[in-house]
T-cell receptor, first 112, second 107 residues
Framework: DTAVSQTPKYLVTQMGNDKSIKCEQNLGHDTMYWYKQDSKKFLKIMFSYNNKELIINETVPNRFSPKSPDKAHLNLHINSLELGDSAVYFC???????????FGPGTRLTVL | SQQGEEDPQALSIQEGENATMNCSYKTSINNLQWYRQNSGRGLVHLILIRSNEREKHSGRLRVTLDTSKKSSSLLITASRAADTASYFCATDTPLVFGKGTRLSVIA
């Protein structure tokens, strides 16, 4: 049973397209996150939701829009994709903001 | 944003040896966490140490925390080839991770 799952695993698309990445957790956690890991392996938080409410939004372009239909799902929609958006995107969840995170397997996004 | 910075950037040891990685951070914390990332995979949570704790053990892992020096260390004893991975520290709500320490354990 996968605790945090993401789809798709790989995403290759052209500049200017709009794409979505889906995330689901079956751990009953209250808090979910999106992280971006660039080619230099820096892992940086993008968003955090707690019980469907946005609590962290870290200087991310407004082309990125998270959506949380319920506390088990946190999807990431990206408009007008740019070359610099190429990275691995990780979804994660935790019971609360001070607990350890459980990460998904990542989605490798390549923008051509 | 709080940030952990790991040192060294890369570490190569023989199987059976101990591996020590260090982490420094900048501001006061509630807790510090260590994660492992195997190549091409997501991060796996290893251990969380609270600011009022000085040492914590989990299997072959030993973590120390020195809040006066704003530093932590992760010790992996009797390393195995399967321990080969990148190791990251992060503080509180992990906002920003460092580049990690890339550990290679040679059989």
């Amino acid at each position: 049973d996968t605790a945090v799952s993401q789809t798709p695993k790989y995403l290759v698309t052209q500049m200017g397209n709009d794409k979505s990445i889906k995330c689901e957790q079956n751990l009953g956690h209250d808090t979910m996150y999106w992280y971006k890991q660039d080619s230099k392996k820096f892992l940086k938080i993008m968003f955090s939701y707690n019980n469907k409410e946005l609590i962290i939004n870290e200087t991310v372009p407004n082309r990125f829009s998270p959506k949380s239909p319920d506390k088990a799902h946190l999807n990431l929609h990206i408009n007008s994709l740019e070359l610099g958006d190429s990275a691995v995107y990780f979804c994660a969840s935790s019971q609360d903001r001070l607990a350890g995170l459980t990460f998904g397997p990542g989605t490798r996004l390549t923008v051509l | 944003s709080q940030q952990g910075e790991e040192d060294p950037q890369a570490l190569s040891i023989q199987e059976g040896e101990n591996a020590t990685m260090n982490c420094s951070y900048k501001t006061s914390i509630n807790n510090l966490q260590w994660y492992r990332q195997n190549s091409g995979r997501g991060l796996v949570h290893l251990i969380l140490i609270r600011s009022n704790e000085r040492e914590k053990h989990s299997g072959r892992l030993r973590v120390t925390l020195d809040t006066s020096k704003k530093s932590s260390s992760l010790l992996i004893t009797a390393s195995r080839a399967a321990d080969t991975a990148s190791y990251f520290c992060a503080t509180d709500t992990p906002l920003v991770f460092g580049k990690g320490t890339r550990l290679s354990v040679i059989a």
